[in-house]
């Protein structure tokens, strides 16, 4: 048989025609698995190991193709049928018609992956993997100014470096609020280590002055308490930018990490007056939360944008500030709101790279336009400027939960655990979590956690006697509640426990000076109270006042336990529609 022949003899017995059938129908099946695979959570190793049966069998379905043929009398092998008696043309027809279905399947399972792609490519993509092997902490830096009058400058400047740090992606940096705890404390950098789980310390001091500033760095290996880098700069203090730019590529260097030149932004001359007003700002800002604190820190922050109005990190410092006093009652939410958005709008025309803008923006979407989605796409685009944002995971945190992932919620809220270890706010945020998912015991271990490192902070106790409840331990949240600094919520817990204890009188009392008292304040928190009174009228009554008063405790209605009961009613999911919720 010549090699003519030989290929007729191959398109009579539809080997050809054979083959791409098979290849049509595999790819076809692949891309089945490929699709399913992550909806069943089936392991990566099944789509790889029918692959490899595929290619396995590919060839003994060649064989099978030459070797036998099908009859009207079932399935023979091709030497013994006859040539007038074969039906292979019949055979090839069907098999056009198989091969043209599939590609057509084929086709639209291609339209199908391609959606999916681009929807995952929609999502935030949030990178929840540690690194501590190149882990770092920047200490506050040491103030060796003679009169001891530079502080917050010294703090300023560690911060700075510390946020530049934040975006080299490869750098699992410590946050601010954990790093900056151990200000004043004698304590070994060993054992500062231990505490914030890092690999690496880095300390400083500052003198300054007049118009000279001196720094000194060391970076510390805390494995072997080896001091693996320092060095000293003296320039002028138009020049900081310089410094912390140096500092951080330096620090980078050393631990042999890859820098981009759009990772760290390039050295500026900033004005000396406008940076010094800053930091101190700042300074007051983070370390006071009182009225008179946050006013201070609002006058410094406007005097030093008045000398320049394009620093985004003064910009959204200040944006913070009037949130603050939203919350505090110091201005109207009406007030608040302007205001947030106007800073924020000039901080993005003024650096379109900052991060901090982007998940300031995130909190203002949920918080003043309930668009979910818009807040989760705003969060994604300050993580994929860095990663690490600790700001940018709590908003992507919060979209999560919202959106009913509370898995990745939790998870989310454990990274920033991991880059801020010592912050009872982080461990309030997974209380807070677990507490909506009605995970009662995983979120008494961490509002435990959170009380252990800051016994006087607000609103923690509140939660903790909402979870004691939640597992009917009332007598137990009674005594909790009493620690409640913020008697607005200390009343609701006790209106709630009260009750449920049976005493009315004193539920009803604790109710009622709630409610002469704190009406606009915790409208939300009132609503909470009759609905687990089950008092459905006054519930839907507060809750209505609470969309008057723009009330932002309303973003957590879709969660909280408290109105479980009446998820599913006509009336509460009407209620749900007015608040427009966008996802």
Not at 27 to 32: A, D, N, S, T
Not at 464 to 473: D, E, G, P, S, V
Not at 534 to 559: C, F, H, S, V
Request: proline share 3%; glycine share 4%.
């Amino acid at each position: 048989m010549n090699l003519n022949d030989f290929f007729n003899e191959l398109r009579r017995r539809n080997v050809f025609k054979g083959t791409v059938s098979y290849l049509v129908f595999s790819w076809v099946l692949l891309q089945v698995i490929a699709i399913l695979t992550p909806i069943i959570n089936a392991p990566v190793w099944v789509g790889k190991m029918i692959l490899i049966i595929l290619i396995v069998l590919l060839p003994v379905w060649v064989c099978i193709s030459w070797f036998f043929e099908i009859t009207a009398d079932g399935i023979k092998k091709t030497r013994n049928v006859p040539k007038e008696k074969s039906i292979t043309q019949k055979t090839g027809q069907k098999l056009n018609t198989f091969i043209i279905a599939f590609l057509a399947l084929a086709i639209i399972l291609l339209f199908v992956d391609r959606f999916r792609l681009r929807s995952q490519k929609n999502e935030p993509t949030i990178a929840l993997e540690t690194n501590p092997e190149k882990s770092i902490a920047v200490l506050p830096f040491s103030d060796m100014s003679p009169n001891k009058q530079q502080g917050y400058f010294a703090d300023g400047l560690a911060e700075e470096v510390l946020n530049s740090l934040v975006k080299i992606n490869e750098l699992q940096v410590t946050s601010r609020t954990s790093a900056f705890s151990f200000k004043n404390k004698a304590m070994d950098l060993s054992e500062i280590a231990k505490t914030l789980q890092v690999a690496y310390i880095l300390e400083g001091s500052v003198r300054s002055q007049d118009s000279v500033i001196r720094v000194s760095v060391n970076l510390v290996e805390t494995k072997g308490d080896n001091n693996i880098w320092s060095q000293s700069w003296e320039k002028e203090l138009k020049n900081i930018f310089k410094i912390q730019n140096e500092i951080a590529e330096a620090v980078a260097e050393n631990l042999q990490l890859r820098i981009l030149d759009k990772i760290i932004p390039k050295a500026e001359e900033p004005n000396t007056d406008a940076y010094t007003l800053f930091l101190e700002g700042r300074h007051i800002f983070h370390n006071n939360f009182d009225d008179s604190s946050l006013l201070k820190a609002e006058q410094l922050l406007n005097k030093s944008l008045a000398i320049d109005s394009t620093y985004a990190p003064a910009l959204i410092t200040l944006g913070n500030i009037y949130h603050s006093k939203n919350n505090f009652g110091i201005i109207d939410y009406e007030e608040a709101k302007k205001l947030t958005y106007q800073v924020a709008e000039k901080a993005i025309q003024a650096d379109s790279t900052y991060a901090e803008t982007y998940a300031f923006l995130s909190l203002l979407s949920l918080e003043y336009e309930n668009d979910i989605g818009k807040a989760g796409r705003l969060a994604e685009k300050a993580l994929r400027l860095e990663p690490n944002n600790e700001t940018a995971l709590h908003r992507a945190s919060e979209v999560a939960l919202l959106r009913g992932n509370t898995e990745e919620a939790i998870a989310i809220h454990k990274k920033v655990i991991t880059l801020d270890p010592i912050n009872a706010g982080n461990y309030y945020s997974l209380a807070n979590t677990y507490y909506m998912a009605k995970k009662f015991k995983e979120a008494e271990i961490a509002i435990k956690e959170s009380i252990d490192l800051n016994a006087h902070q607000d609103v923690a106790y509140s939660l903790y006697a909402l979870i004691l409840i939640n597992q009917k331990r009332y007598k137990e949240a009674l005594e909790v509640i009493k620690k409640e600094p913020l008697e607005g919520f200390r009343l609701h817990i006790e209106a709630i426990v009260y009750h449920l204890l049976g005493d009315e009188e004193k539920s009803n009392a604790a109710l009622t000076k709630m409610i002469n008292e704190y009406e606009k304040a915790w409208s939300f928190q009132i609503a909470g109270t009759y609905a687990v009174l089950q008092d459905k009228e006054k519930m839907y009554y507060w809750l209505e006042k609470a969309r008057t008063y723009n009330d932002l405790g309303l973003i957590e209605l879709p969660n909280e336990p408290m109105f479980e009961a009446y998820r599913n009613e006509t009336r509460f999911k009407e209620f749900m529609k007015k608040l427009d919720y966008k996802y």
